[in-house]
């Protein structure tokens, strides 16, 4: 069959020339959706077996034996924090939408956080005092009473919070009271929290700032103890120490989302992309629910510059699976949600005690306090005094999260005490370990030039900060 076609004018050749050019550039497009698609469920399928190798148990090690380390995570058990990526995140105003999402919370951040404010009475001789918020204070030097134990001389001291031995020559940070107004908070006494908690076993459950609390609490109570009466062991992502002549047992378990994720392996938790599986948390609450008092945090992880976490609904083997990308606070509210309602579902109406210590600050961007806006916490060496002292870095709005959900809670029978330890670990930029702690890497010749690239400004040094955390909790667990 011959087809004849008329002559084509300019016009003509253009408009067709036109017409080719939208189908081909069309075909293109829909090709480049099809290889997108298929890039995503490789990725999925990726996701699935990292998290899968990542939730893998660790072999049990020996009391004496140093955990492995991998190499690319500068610690065993320290949280993966980037300080040069969060200066920068902080200067960039478009990259920090998190710090100001709303009006409620940019108003949060500006008065005193409510968490925590009714720290309940206490009775001295018989007389109940009158009721006092420990949170609202100020930092008194007292090189007497303090520190509340020797830290060179604590067996169970972690090497990346002992600052002293790692050539930390001012020791000032040491010897720091926390002095709340109107009242004066009980001194820490091993022996009689010993005899408090006899025959009973306390977990710490979280993150690295948690593990933090817990080597405090364990130096904190271990030098009244004779030898031969107390061990420690490792075993996976699970910390025992034991007093065997009180029958006691202070844990600390890895969990820094709480729910199942990706990070949950002790010590190799440095990647690259976070994922959560939502409702799922039966896997680590089996290594605590049997305890009598349970001490949760979640905060820190929740925070990487410019990271988004992944929510996994479902599960593969169902075939309803379902991975959804969402901004770090949503997620951190996921996690908090699953947590409570499992709380509910199996821990109600028990006389177990629960807390949740709100978030612990971080002191990287020196302008904050008056400083040159490149310092950090490197070579600071005294309290932020100014009253009321918040760093912008602190997200408020994550606690009052935390405070809403702890809040629904109680109608309900599950009694979880807030242990706001937030304002007075504001004021204390001296209190890091900064570069005075054990090194897991080798540092570059660029990082030895300047130490303020790898300082860490996140932990604290102990004794220190977190000796007042745990006379928070030892005074609401004797005065009961």
Request: hydrophobic share 35%.
């Amino acid at each position: 069959m011959t087809v004849h076609q008329a002559p084509l004018g300019l016009r003509a050749y253009f408009s067709s020339f036109i017409a080719f050019f939208l189908v081909v550039f069309s075909f293109s497009i829909f090709l480049n959706h099809i290889q997108n698609q298929t890039q995503n469920q490789v990725a999925t399928i990726d996701n699935r077996e990292n998290q899968n190798n990542t939730l893998v148990n660790i072999q049990e090690q020996s009391p004496n034996q140093a955990p492995v380390v991998d190499s690319h995570d500068q610690s065993p058990f320290l949280v993966d924090v980037d300080v040069t990526q969060l200066k920068n995140q902080n200067q960039n105003q478009d990259q920090i939408e998190f710090l100001d999402r709303d009006d409620e919370r940019n108003e949060l951040k500006e008065r005193v956080i409510s968490i925590g404010g009714d720290n309940g009475s206490i009775s001295h001789g018989g007389e109940e005092k009158d009721k006092c918020n420990w949170s609202v204070g100020r930092w008194v030097y007292d090189n007497v009473t303090r520190p509340l134990y020797n830290g060179p001389q604590c067996k169970f001291m972690h090497d990346e919070v002992a600052c002293d031995k790692y050539g930390r020559k001012d020791i000032r940070y040491q010897h720091w009271r926390w002095q709340p107004n109107g009242c004066d908070l009980p001194r820490f006494d091993a022996n009689i929290f010993l005899e408090k908690i006899r025959g009973k076993r306390m977990v710490f459950v979280g993150d690295s700032l948690n593990r933090n609390q817990w080597v405090s609490m364990v130096c904190l109570v271990e030098s009244v103890v004779p030898e031969g009466q107390k061990t420690r062991t490792f075993n996976g992502s699970l910390m025992s120490f034991k007093v065997l002549s009180h029958n006691v047992s202070i844990d600390f378990y890895w969990s820094p989302l709480l729910v199942e994720s990706n990070c949950d392996n002790p010590i190799i938790h440095r990647v690259s992309s976070r994922i959560m599986r939502a409702y799922k948390i039966e896997s680590h609450a089996k290594n605590w629910m049997d305890a009598d008092i349970i001490v949760f945090n979640s905060y820190l992880w929740w925070k990487k510059p410019g990271m988004k976490m992944k929510v996994l609904y479902g599960t593969f083997e169902d075939g309803d699976a379902v991975l959804e990308e969402v901004e770090m606070f949503e997620g951190f509210e996921v996690a908090l949600k699953s947590w409570s309602q499992w709380l509910e579902r199996n821990l109600n109406n028990t006389d177990k005690r629960m807390f949740f210590v709100s978030l612990s600050p971080t002191h990287v961007w020196g302008q904050e306090w008056g400083a040159d806006p490149d310092a950090t916490c490197y070579s600071e060496t005294e309290p932020i005094h100014k009253e009321g002292y918040r760093s912008d870095g602190s997200d408020y709005g994550m606690m009052h999260t935390a405070e809403r959900l702890i809040e629904n809670l109680k109608p309900k029978g599950v009694n979880v005490q807030i242990v706001n330890i937030t304002q007075l670990s504001e004021y204390r930029k001296d209190g890091h370990p900064s570069i005075y702690r054990r090194q897991y890497v080798n540092l570059t010749e660029a990082q030895l030039a300047n130490p303020k690239s790898y300082s860490d400004c996140t932990h604290w040094c102990l004794p220190g900060v977190p000796d007042v955390w745990n006379e928070f909790l030892y005074a609401y667990i004797t005065s009961s």
